[in-house]
């Protein structure tokens, strides 16, 4: 796994984060200013993916969330265009995997440093991620998302925490693989926050598990569990 090696290598981690923080700024505008009609979680969970994602993050707003020319756009006809743009069904299932991993990923690394910090063991430090970016998950994203779309509270906490369960279960897997096999592999220890191993492999962990939940999320949205993109 040696080809991996530049995951900590402090100048790709600075130029990686610094080019999804610049995007990152810029979706937020856009989600807000232009494109609009994006759905408000969405509209959280997009800037967090590009943040972490950089370059292949934007890519994946820019070919699945913005349609062409939108800016351009105004009221209804704007409104009409974003949903027949993001209604294809893998446009659908990659807005559920972003609602996902934007809440969820954002608990689980925010839990992974403060784990490493104070030195928790592989298993504490998974179980601890795992709590953390479940109930931000859950409450922040799911929950609220639902509220928002005019479903009562309890329905809100029930099927929010249900589509919670099964996403998150498919996202520790893929990032706990990254954390358990592939950076002690590579790098050689856990690395801590202040190292740029620590930010390089966080963000392959996310994608893997990204990757590892896709297929979930497609069958939560085919079956109704989670409306996906909008």
Same mark, same amino acid.
């Given at each position: 796994?040696?080809?991996?090696?530049?995951?900590?290598?402090?100048?790709?981690?600075?130029?990686?984060?610094?080019?999804?923080?610049?995007?990152?700024?810029?979706? %937020?505008?856009?989600?807000?200013?232009?494109?609009?009609? !994006?759905?408000?979680?969405?509209?959280?969970?997009?800037? =967090?993916?590009?943040?972490?994602?950089? =370059?292949?993050?934007?890519?994946?707003?820019?070919?699945?969330?913005?349609?062409? #020319? =939108?800016?351009?756009?105004? #009221?209804? +006809?704007?409104? +009409?265009?974003?949903?027949?743009?993001?209604?294809?069904?893998?446009?659908?299932?990659? #807005?559920? *995997?972003?609602?996902?991993?934007? #809440?969820?990923?954002?608990?689980? *690394? %925010?839990? @992974? !440093?403060?784990?490493?910090?104070?030195?928790?063991?592989?298993?504490? +430090?998974?179980?601890?991620?795992?709590?953390?970016?479940?109930?931000?998950?859950?409450?922040?994203?799911? /929950?609220?998302?639902?509220?928002?779309?005019?479903?009562?509270?309890?329905?809100?906490?029930?099927?929010?925490?249900?589509?919670?369960?099964?996403? @998150?279960?498919?996202?520790?897997?893929?990032?706990?693989? !990254? @954390?358990?096999?592939? %950076?002690?592999?590579?790098?050689?220890?856990?690395?801590?926050?202040?190292?740029?191993?620590?930010?390089?492999?966080?963000?392959?962990?996310?994608?893997?598990?990204?990757?590892?939940? /896709?297929?979930?999320?497609?069958?939560?949205?085919?079956?109704?569990?989670?409306?996906?993109?909008?």
């Amino acid at each position: 796994m040696s080809h991996l090696a530049f995951l900590a290598n402090p100048a790709f981690v600075i130029v990686w984060y610094g080019f999804g923080l610049l995007a990152a700024v810029w979706v %937020t505008y856009d989600v807000l200013r232009v494109n609009t009609h !994006v759905m408000p979680a969405l509209k959280a969970g997009w800037p =967090i993916i590009v943040t972490f994602f950089s =370059i292949i993050g934007l890519g994946l707003y820019l070919a699945s969330c913005r349609p062409p #020319g =939108i800016a351009s756009l105004r #009221g209804e +006809e704007a409104d +009409e265009i974003h949903h027949a743009y993001v209604s294809v069904t893998w446009k659908r299932v990659t #807005g559920s *995997v972003i609602h996902c991993v934007g #809440g969820d990923g954002l608990g689980v *690394v %925010t839990a @992974m !440093v403060v784990a490493r910090l104070a030195g928790f063991s592989f298993w504490h +430090e998974f179980w601890f991620e795992y709590a953390v970016g479940f109930v931000f998950g859950w409450f922040v994203f799911q /929950y609220l998302s639902m509220r928002k779309m005019g479903h009562p509270p309890l329905e809100s906490l029930w099927k929010g925490g249900r589509a919670e369960f099964f996403s @998150m279960l498919t996202v520790m897997l893929g990032m706990g693989l !990254v @954390m358990r096999f592939v %950076t002690p592999t590579v790098v050689g220890h856990r690395p801590l926050p202040d190292e740029a191993a620590f930010w390089g492999f966080a963000s392959l962990g996310l994608f893997v598990g990204a990757i590892v939940t /896709y297929p979930m999320n497609w069958w939560m949205v085919a079956v109704g569990w989670k409306h996906g993109m909008g």
